[in-house]
């Protein structure tokens, strides 16, 4: 951290502030000590604000790289595996071989749930969406688990974000399963990661499942590429609620309602929706002024991004993914057509290059989803079992930190001044 300052000059004061330099990235102004001076900050939807320092994630938006505790998201998403990628965000570091064997077994034996929670889905309407489903059952799950909930206890939190990561495919599966009206599948141990998830997904008891090597590799990459993302929004939510000493476990369910809107992780579902309701090519046009008309609210759902202002790297992986995945199916899906031909026709249109408007992660990963054969309610249901571990790596560094404080943003208040009031003659 160099000891340069700023120096900002107002109402005839001169207020010094400190300037912090990161490993990379923008330097920031620290203005903690503003408020001794009469003045806040002001930055609805925090455009230039740093809310914590961190060491899990680098982005730079203006490049399109993505770094996970240093390692470029391109060479993981080809070389390591999931369990790798959690790995490293919870501990900092890529696992030694051993350390990569022990991590797995832990996980794979905390895979199943308390039976107890089987129940909770009898109350849920068969045609419940499986956000709300997963949002629900995510947080009872303090209900079940007490003897990790001392959050000051390193070993404690770790064992809860084991928990979390082992647990979501298996809840996931649920919300999917109850939505069909099939049985619940349990876990199998001597499956991997991604192989447990499809075999929970879309086994059934009157027959074998044969998982396709290419689906399981596809449904991996997935889950890497939506692993963490620096302090988005839901990652946000999950910061701040876990600064209030709350429970992983609520903490979590709040970064799944966080990431459910469309503009967040709801995107991927809503960009499929968009691509079928656009459905053939000659109809882009029409769509593409719709996003274009201040008047009009639709925007291209997968693309545009708050920090890229260039191509989104996992979108990039995602797309060669997409089409790996649909050749090794033998599936030609139009709406890979039409998502080709969007991506060609936005990305030479004057209002989204002036915009710096380019495909993020979501553009391309409802049509793997898709040949998959998942459904597009679960999109956002495999974004938050993927950003589980992203959530609870800074949710444990936050509480990490000896200076770690409540989050309490303030304000700039314009309502009515001060006035008495005028009760109601009774
Ligand atoms: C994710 O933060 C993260 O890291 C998130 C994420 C992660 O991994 O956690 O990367 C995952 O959420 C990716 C983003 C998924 N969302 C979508 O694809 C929804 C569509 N995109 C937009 O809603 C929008 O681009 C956002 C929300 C992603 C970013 O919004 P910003 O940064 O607040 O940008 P903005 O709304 O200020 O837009 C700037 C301009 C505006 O036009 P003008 O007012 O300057 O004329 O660009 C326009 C916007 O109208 N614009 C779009 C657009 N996105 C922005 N116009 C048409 N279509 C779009 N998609």
Same mark, same amino acid.
């Given at each position: 951290?160099?000891?340069?300052?700023?120096?900002?000059?107002?109402?005839?004061?001169?207020?010094?502030?400190?300037?912090?330099?990161?490993?990379?990235?923008?330097?920031?102004?620290?203005?903690?000590?503003?408020? !001794?001076?009469?003045?806040?900050?002001?930055?609805?939807?925090?455009?230039?604000?740093?809310?914590?320092?961190?060491?899990?994630?680098?982005?730079?938006?203006?490049?399109?790289?993505?770094?996970?505790?240093?390692?470029?998201?391109?060479?993981?998403?080809?070389?390591?595996?999931?369990?790798?990628?959690?790995?490293?965000?919870?501990?900092? *570091?890529?696992?030694?071989?051993? *350390?990569?064997?022990?991590?797995?077994?832990?996980?794979?034996?905390?895979?199943?749930?308390?039976?107890?929670?089987?129940?909770?889905?009898?109350?849920?309407?068969?045609?419940?969406?499986?956000? #709300?489903?997963?949002?629900?059952?995510?947080? #009872?799950?303090?209900?079940?688990?007490?003897?990790?909930?001392?959050?000051?206890?390193? !070993?404690?939190?770790?064992?809860?974000?084991?928990?979390?990561?082992? !647990?979501?495919?298996?809840?996931? #599966?649920?919300?999917?399963?109850?939505?069909?009206?099939?049985?619940?599948?349990?876990?199998?141990? =001597?499956?991997?990661?991604?192989?447990?998830?499809?075999?929970?997904?879309?086994?059934?008891?009157?027959?074998?499942?044969?998982?396709?090597?290419?689906?399981?590799?596809?449904?991996?990459?997935?889950?890497?590429?939506? #692993?963490?993302? *620096?302090?988005?929004?839901?990652?946000?939510?999950?910061?701040?609620?876990?600064?209030?000493?709350?429970?992983?476990?609520?903490?979590?369910?709040?970064?799944?309602?966080?990431?459910?809107?469309?503009?967040?992780?709801?995107?991927? *579902?809503?960009?499929?929706?968009?691509?079928?309701?656009?459905?053939?090519?000659?109809?882009?046009?029409?769509?593409?002024? =719709?996003? =274009?008309?201040?008047?009009?609210?639709?925007?291209?759902?997968?693309?545009?991004?708050?920090?890229? !202002?260039?191509?989104?790297?996992?979108?990039?992986? &995602?797309?060669?993914?997409?089409?790996?995945?649909?050749?090794?199916?033998?599936?030609?899906?139009?709406?890979?057509?039409?998502?080709?031909?969007?991506?060609?026709?936005?990305?030479?249109?004057?209002?989204?290059?002036?915009?710096?408007?380019?495909?993020?992660?979501?553009?391309?990963?409802?049509?793997?989803?898709?040949?998959?054969?998942?459904?597009?309610?679960?999109?956002?249901?495999?974004?938050?079992?993927?950003?589980?571990?992203?959530?609870?790596?800074?949710?444990?560094? &936050?509480?990490?930190?000896?200076?770690?404080?409540?989050?309490?943003?303030?304000?700039?208040?314009?309502?009515?001044?001060?006035?008495?009031?005028?009760?109601?003659? =009774?």
């Amino acid at each position: 951290m160099a000891d340069r300052k700023a120096t900002l000059q107002v109402d005839g004061n001169s207020i010094e502030l400190p300037i912090l330099t990161g490993t990379a990235g923008y330097d920031v102004i620290d203005v903690r000590t503003l408020g !001794k001076h009469g003045y806040f900050t002001f930055d609805p939807g925090f455009l230039a604000t740093g809310a914590c320092e961190s060491k899990i994630t680098y982005i730079d938006g203006d490049k399109g790289i993505l770094l996970h505790r240093g390692y470029p998201i391109e060479q993981l998403a080809l070389e390591a595996d999931y369990l790798e990628v959690c790995y490293m965000l919870i501990h900092g *570091e890529a696992a030694t071989a051993e *350390e990569y064997q022990a991590f797995r077994s832990t996980i794979t034996n905390h895979t199943m749930v308390h039976q107890g929670l089987y129940n909770f889905f009898n109350g849920f309407r068969r045609d419940s969406h499986p956000m #709300a489903m997963l949002c629900a059952v995510t947080g #009872a799950l303090s209900s079940f688990y007490h003897d990790d909930l001392n959050i000051n206890d390193p !070993k404690q939190r770790v064992r809860s974000a084991y928990r979390l990561v082992a !647990k979501m495919p298996t809840i996931a #599966a649920m919300c999917y399963k109850h939505s069909i009206g099939q049985p619940f599948v349990y876990p199998q141990n =001597k499956l991997s990661y991604s192989e447990n998830f499809l075999n929970m997904m879309f086994s059934v008891p009157a027959e074998d499942y044969v998982i396709s090597p290419t689906i399981a590799n596809a449904m991996d990459r997935i889950f890497i590429l939506h #692993a963490d993302h *620096e302090q988005n929004a839901s990652t946000s939510t999950v910061r701040l609620a876990g600064s209030s000493g709350a429970n992983p476990y609520a903490c979590i369910a709040a970064g799944v309602a966080s990431l459910w809107g469309p503009a967040h992780g709801g995107a991927n *579902e809503a960009c499929l929706n968009m691509l079928e309701e656009i459905g053939t090519v000659d109809r882009i046009p029409e769509f593409i002024a =719709k996003a =274009k008309d201040k008047d009009d609210p639709f925007r291209l759902m997968g693309f545009g991004h708050r920090v890229y !202002k260039n191509f989104d790297p996992r979108a990039t992986v &995602m797309r060669d993914t997409c089409h790996e995945v649909l050749n090794e199916l033998n599936i030609s899906d139009p709406l890979l057509d039409v998502a080709m031909e969007l991506e060609r026709i936005a990305l030479e249109d004057e209002y989204f290059i002036e915009r710096q408007l380019y495909p993020n992660v979501d553009f391309y990963s409802g049509i793997i989803l898709k040949a998959i054969g998942i459904p597009t309610s679960m999109f956002t249901v495999i974004f938050a079992l993927s950003r589980t571990v992203g959530w609870i790596s800074h949710w444990h560094e &936050m509480l990490s930190e000896d200076s770690q404080r409540i989050g309490r943003p303030r304000q700039l208040y314009t309502g009515e001044a001060q006035r008495d009031f005028a009760p109601i003659k =009774k």
